[in-house]
Each structure stands twice: as C-alpha cells, then as structure tokens.
C-alpha cells in the first residue's frame, strides 16, 4: 500500500521561499511518476509540477516555471518542491500524489494522495 506523507509548509511572506516534501513508502516507485497539486479555497485540485521518478523528465505548470522546482531523491524515497519567489496565489493546500507511467495532468490520473500540508503567502 503506497503511502505519502507531506511536509514543509507553512507561512511565508511574498518573495520568501518554502520547500515541501513528500516522504513516500509502501512499494518501489520505478515506473512511476510523482507529482505535486494545489487546491486553494474555493476552487478545483490544480496541478503543478511532476516528476518521472526514473528518469527524471518534469513538467510544471505555467504560474510556477520559474519559481518552483520539483525534485526526487531515489535512494530516499523523497519528493521535493522547492518554492522561491512565492506569491500570494500560491496560498492553497499542496498535496503529493503519484501514479504508474508518464506525467499526466488531471487529478483523475493519480491514484494515491497525501493528505496536503497548507502554504500560506501574506501580502
């Protein structure tokens, strides 16, 4: 059973930097690809960046190239989003997510979540 834990969130002001994890267990993750979303209040799970977990080909989208990096470190089973330059749209809740095979960008395409560690930005 896979299971993915969150961390690093928090607040932060405008132009400050974050970095969440995700600590990931329960299976190998070869051909996988893992993957960070956001759902701030009010609105849909979003999607963000995603990492094949192999080899390492990533995807961000738009509001965030740039500023963010996604990252994996394979020996510890760890996902990584560094955040820099944050923004107050970035405020939401930011979960780990991974599925079998290449990036994909719909929430649907995922088949285990984290349970969202949240990200604060103050104007």
């Known amino acids: 059973q896979v299971q993915l834990e969150e961390s690093g969130g928090g607040l932060v002001q405008a132009g400050g930097s974050l970095r969440l994890l995700c600590a990931a267990s329960g299976r190998s993750f070869n051909w996988y690809t893992m993957g960070w979303f956001r759902q701030a209040p009010g609105k849909e799970r979003a999607f963000v960046a995603a990492i094949n977990w192999v080899e390492g080909d990533t995807d961000y989208t738009n509001s965030v190239k740039g500023r963010f990096t996604i990252s994996r470190d394979t020996a510890k089973n760890t996902l990584y989003l560094q955040m820099n330059s944050l923004k107050p749209e970035d405020t939401a809740v930011y979960y780990c997510?991974?599925?079998?095979?290449?990036?994909?960008?719909?929430?649907?395409?995922?088949?285990?979540w984290g349970q969202g560690t949240q990200v604060t930005v103050s104007s």
């Open positions: 997510a991974a599925k079998f095979g290449g990036i994909a960008y719909s929430v649907n395409a995922y088949n285990d």
